[in-house]
């Protein structure tokens, strides 16, 4: 992509800023695609139809949803420290959408092809967690607070599962840039990390049923780092109002939700690089190129942000404990066998 | 090399940018009609009690330095990852050396019962 934009373009900074454009065009159409998947998923499983008015079946509602929260007014409380209420949907947006950075969305297009690729991505999303606090702290109100305490507890004890399971995959590649981890698991279904990856038979008998545990539990994790259903403790509404958004209105509330929908696909996206072949197809030279890839990635991604609406109206919600216990005590342990045994193997 | 790393600057100052037209386009679209009601803290309707600015459970502060020491540790393990292969059977043998005593501090944690929450 940058080769082809050198090509037009010649040598200059405006080939840098249309690449880095590109991951914006593609997260705002995705979230308005999101919203309303969500709305029409949700409806249907509950033997609903959802909105049937704006357009046909409804599809233009959450562009109706974005124009009416256009026209809210903007409030800040009297109360809440004015500044970092301001800056907080800020930093929450950032700590998504830079990620999308060092997403391969094709095998001919990344945002930032930097070795530290995975790496950058957990490093940048815990902004999102400074943001968080912010938005909770300057609010001055005390569901914001209790919901961005939840919420920073939560996404910090799933931090720490999400980096293990991702150095599984780290380990069988040997690179954190997913550009390559992608080009790595080329050649069809049976290349994929969670099916082993490219290794002799035996070897990857072996790996199979850590790959796949590692796997799982990223996805687990991932979901708990977006607060979603069944973890979404930080959002209980039936607790705690709206969480550490309650004071937000009009535009600001919308940069929230769009952060969320851009953080659920970015979940996706780093769950299907690492496991799922990234951009490649799994029918091997079939389908292949660089606009075949980007289909692939799309639609590996859009599946699981499919499957993470499916588990928020499959699974109710956890208790703190249970939550807590989850990540330290089962998927942590658990992990680390995932990281010795797969060391082992590939050593012997 | 680091020439690649350009977009990333350009990417933030694109979101921001993005997030600053939003909102200005929010002030020119919104009404303005303050009241004292309207900017009061929500609290479900009721007149507000005090301040959000208390003191809250050092639950919290257990889980954030938790989180720190484990993280740091995951940290080291990236590098290690990423050369995993070059450093062959010993480069294993040396990390498995240091994950057991990360090991040894999960199980004295968990022992001690500060990932207990109740």
Redesign the interface.
């Given at each position: 992509m940058y080769e082809l934009l050198h090509d037009l373009l010649g040598d200059s900074?405006l080939v840098?800023?249309i690449?880095?454009?590109l991951?914006?065009l593609f997260v705002l159409p995705f979230a308005v695609v999101a919203v309303l998947l969500e709305m029409k998923v949700s409806a249907h499983m509950q033997d609903r139809v959802a909105y049937m008015y704006t357009g046909w079946h409804g599809v233009l509602q959450p562009v109706a949803d974005i124009l009416k929260?256009?026209?809210?007014?903007?409030?800040?409380?009297?109360?809440a420290d004015k500044f970092l209420f301001r800056l907080a949907?800020?930093l929450v947006?950032?700590g998504g959408?830079?990620g999308?950075?060092a997403l391969p969305f094709s095998s001919a297009y990344i945002?930032?092809?930097?070795d530290l690729g995975v790496?950058?991505i957990l490093a940048v999303s815990s902004l999102a967690v400074i943001g968080l606090m912010m938005s909770g702290w300057a609010?001055?109100?005390?569901?914001?607070?209790?919901g961005a305490?939840r919420s920073?507890?939560q996404i910090?004890?799933y931090?720490?599962p999400s980096?293990?399971s991702i150095?599984v995959a780290?380990?069988i590649v040997?690179?954190?840039n997913l550009q390559e981890v992608s080009k790595f698991q080329e050649g069809g279904i049976q290349n994929w990390i969670v099916f082993g990856g490219p290794m002799p038979l035996l070897q990857k008998l072996l790996l199979l049923p850590f790959t796949i545990t590692a796997f799982f539990i990223l996805f687990l994790a991932g979901i708990a780092e977006v607060n979603r259903t069944p973890f979404d403790l930080p959002e209980a509404e039936s607790e705690l109002?709206q969480g550490y958004n309650?004071?937000y209105s009009?535009?600001?509330f919308?940069?929230f939700y769009l952060a969320e929908f851009a953080n659920m696909f970015l979940v996706s996206g780093i769950v299907v690089s690492l496991y799922l072949g990234g951009w490649t197809s799994p029918f091997g030279d079939v389908m292949s190129g660089p606009i075949w890839s980007f289909f692939w990635f799309v639609a590996k991604g859009m599946f699981f942000v499919f499957l993470q609406v499916w588990i928020r109206w499959t699974l109710p919600r956890l208790r703190?404990?249970q939550l807590?216990?989850t990540s330290?005590?089962v998927l942590?342990?658990f992990l680390?066998v995932c990281?010795?045994a797969v060391?082992?193997i590939?050593?012997l | 090399m680091l020439e690649s790393y350009l977009p990333i600057f350009f990417m933030i100052a694109g979101g921001i940018a993005f997030g600053v037209v939003m909102l200005k386009l929010n002030e020119f679209f919104g009404p303005r009609r303050p009241t004292e009601e309207k900017f009061s803290t929500y609290e479900s309707g009721m007149e507000p009690v005090r301040t959000a600015r208390e003191r809250f459970s050092v639950k919290f502060y257990m889980v954030a330095v938790l989180f720190i020491l484990f993280d740091i540790e995951v940290v080291f393990l990236y590098p290690w990852a990423v050369s995993f292969r070059e450093l062959g059977y010993q480069g294993f043998v040396t990390m498995f050396v240091f994950i057991v005593i990360l090991l040894i501090g999960l199980y004295y944690v968990w022992r001690k019962g500060a990932l207990e929450w109740d």
């Open positions: 900074l840098y800023v690449g880095a454009a991951p914006l929260l256009l026209q809210k007014e903007d409030t800040v409380p009297a109360a949907p800020f947006f950032m959408y830079a999308f950075a945002g930032s092809n930097i790496f950058y609010s001055n109100n005390k569901w914001s607070l209790f305490m920073v507890a910090i004890s931090e720490i980096a293990l150095l780290v380990m040997g690179s954190l109002v309650t004071e009009g535009m600001k919308a940069i703190v404990d807590m216990y330290w005590k942590t342990p680390f990281i010795f060391g082992l590939l050593v | -």
